[in-house]
């Protein structure tokens, strides 16, 4: 049972253009949702984050926006870059003792700016 | 300051074997997680240490232990290795109770 999907497994826009990358979840338990960038042969880095008590993070060309009702987050990339050009994953924390230090990651999707 | 250093980064074994991953976390972070990423699965949780013991464990056989010593550096550990255990496997550590995970460059473990 995926808490946390992506559904787009790749996306592909061009150089200045906005990169929208979206993620759902299912456990209304989570608290806090974060966006990390993996290239290859390297590990995850950290972009942004949000806290379920707020509606929108930004931070430079990077902005998330969480909508509790639908249970749905995106990332916008505003402009995009090719070197943007790598696997995003998004991840959700749980607030129970038990799965507190436990992120449930997305299955990514591969962004590319193309030139 | 170092980030997370995980050895060894590329490692081939047969069926059967054992395998010994290790991690060493940035300096001050106490918490250590690890993570199993295979094409198509994203990264799914494996188990989180915190002070020499076990806070948190995923949904994986028993095959898979880990550990963490008293400096916090940790250890993981995959017996009698299948291929599906193909994956490359990332650590990333943390301060008590903070939301910024660093993750280090992972071990690609292969199977054959």
């Known amino acids: 049972d995926q808490q946390v999907k992506q559904n787009s497994p790749s996306l592909s826009v061009q150089e200045g253009r906005i990169s929208i990358l979206n993620c759902d979840y299912t456990?209304?338990?989570?608290?806090?949702f974060l966006w990390y960038k993996k290239y290859p042969a390297e590990g995850p880095t950290f972009l942004i984050s949000?806290?379920?008590?707020?509606d929108k993070n930004e931070d430079g060309r990077f902005t998330v926006f969480l909508n509790k009702s639908a249970k749905h987050l995106s990332l916008h990339i505003v402009p995009s870059q090719p070197g943007d050009s790598a696997v995003y994953f998004c991840a959700s924390r749980g607030i129970s003792s038990g799965s507190a230090r436990q992120l449930t990651f997305g299955s990514g999707t591969q962004l590319t700016v193309l030139p | 300051k170092a980030g997370v250093t995980q050895t060894p980064r590329y490692l081939i074994k047969t069926r059967g074997q054992q395998v010994t991953l290790s991690c060493s976390p940035i300096s001050g972070h106490r918490s250590v997680s690890w993570y199993q990423q295979t094409p198509g699965q994203g990264l799914q949780f494996l188990f989180e240490y915190f002070s020499e013991t076990q806070r948190n464990k995923g949904n994986f056989p028993g095959r898979f232990s880990g550990r963490q010593f008293s400096n916090s550096r940790s250890e993981m550990n995959v017996s009698t290795l299948e291929l599906g255990d193909s994956a490359l496997y990332l650590c990333?550590?943390?301060?008590?109770?903070?939301?910024?995970?660093?993750f280090g460059s992972g071990t690609r473990l292969t199977v054959v």
């Open positions: 949000i806290s379920s008590i707020k």
């Open positions: 990333a550590s943390s301060l008590p109770n903070s939301y910024g995970y660093t």
């Open positions: 456990n209304s338990m989570f608290d806090y």
